[in-house]
């Protein structure tokens, strides 16, 4: 084989894995943006069904502010309920039974929380586990699975997960409204 074949071979070689490595990065962009798609519709709908669910309670209560008829978080059982009272702030699992919902997962497979405060709520998707999450099942969870111990799926700023704050025009009261 000539010197000039073994160049070309080598340049074609090159060519080869410069363009396999760039599929594979714009394979892995993708995926991540599928990725955060599906986590931000899943919080979207649960945005909106906490703050429709808030606005609802408070019509049909006549008292109070929209804010104080959000739903508490769910701590434990029975699955997708929420809890009856949850003082100052409070982080569980979506209340997806109490919501109307099915139960809403993130991109990577994971029910979704949600956080409750005197002032507003948020909804968060956790994503994959960080090292030093344990998630494994303690029996309480059949449908989303894993337990309620927030730190093994919520970590502080910096950590993978996505969240959504329900705006305080979604918590407005509705015309009609008594």
Known sequence: MSTRQRGAVGLLLMLLIVLTLGGALLASTLGAATGRAASAEALALAADAVAGHARAQRCLLGTGTVVLHLPCPNMGAPEGVAAPACPGTT????????????????????????????????????????????????????????????????????????????????????????
């Open 91 to 178: 982080r569980g699992r979506l209340p997806w039974r109490t919501l109307g919902l099915a139960p809403l997962r993130d991109a990577a497979g994971e029910c979704l929380w949600y956080e409750r405060s005197a002032t507003g709520a948020r909804v968060i998707a956790p994503g994959v586990a960080l090292a030093g999450q344990a998630r494994a099942s303690a029996g309480g969870a059949p449908v989303c699975s894993g337990h309620y111990n927030a730190a093994d799926y919520l970590e502080p700023a910096g950590g993978n997960d996505v969240a959504l704050s329900v705006s305080p025009v979604a918590l407005a009261l509705p015309p009609g409204c008594p």
